[in-house]
T-cell receptor, first 117, second 115 residues
């Protein structure tokens, strides 16, 4: 298995532009997490899906951020419009949540380094 | 209630020495405590994890010590090597999650092992 795949690896965009980050889950996994990593705030959970359904989006900073799972293996995180303070590394992670809601190890992608100028 | 506090922020250790990183949590419902290792340009990767029914878990040179009453846990790296130089994150979650199936991370410790 290729692991969690994120694209693009790097994104530089101008303030006000729309940015879409993509994530492919590990085959068979059914939980998806988007995290944002900055020096100041560390790793912050943005949103958590289970079986394509958003379970907890309390970490999404504001309405400019939206996330979707159009199918069981793929997710997007969109920022519209982007701002310089959105500059960070964005990670997605996947895991398998089984019977009785047992959560297994979360596997992280390589991340997308976003720079908004 | 949801915070995980990690210290120190950075750590420099000589090759062959012991690296110790500490974490404290507040939510007594947490029952899964993993440590993740992150190299520059990579995503965090699970290193070792512990459940609160044991006080210690060892895998090779890496040991987690867990103190349930103090709500603290620590990572010990024995015989530290330059290849161990990375950022280490502790985390906590509920293994039987509902809306809390996600990991709450500490702020990270940047470890440098000098040759």
């Amino acid at each position: 298995d290729a692991g969690v795949i994120q694209s693009p690896r790097h994104e530089v965009t101008e303030m006000g532009q729309e940015v879409t980050l993509r994530c492919k889950l590990i085959s068979g996994h059914n939980s998806l997490f988007w995290y944002r990593q900055t020096m100041m705030r560390g790793l912050e959970l943005l949103i958590y899906f289970n079986n394509n359904v958003p379970i907890d989006d309390s970490g999404m900073p504001e309405d400019r951020f939206s996330a979707k799972m159009p199918n069981a293996s793929f997710s997007t995180l969109k920022i519209q419009p982007s701002e310089p303070r959105d500059s960070a590394v964005y990670f997605c992670a996947s895991s398998f949540r089984g019977t009785g809601a047992l959560n297994t190890e979360a596997f992280f992608g390589q991340g997308t380094r976003l720079t908004v100028v | 209630q949801q915070q995980v506090k990690q210290s120190p922020q950075s750590l420099i250790v000589q090759k062959g020495g012991i690296s110790i990183i500490n974490c404290a949590y507040e939510n007594t419902a947490f029952d899964y405590f993993p440590w993740y290792q992150q190299f520059p340009g990579k995503g965090p990767a699970l290193l070792i994890a512990i459940r609160p029914d044991v006080s210690e878990k060892k895998e090779g040179r890496f040991t987690i010590s867990f103190n349930k009453s103090a709500k603290q846990f620590s990572l010990h790296i024995m015989d530290s090597q330059p290849g161990d130089s990375a950022t280490y994150f502790c985390a906590a979650s509920m293994i039987y999650g509902g809306s809390q199936g996600n990991l709450i991370f500490g702020k990270g410790t940047k470890l440098s092992v000098k040759p």
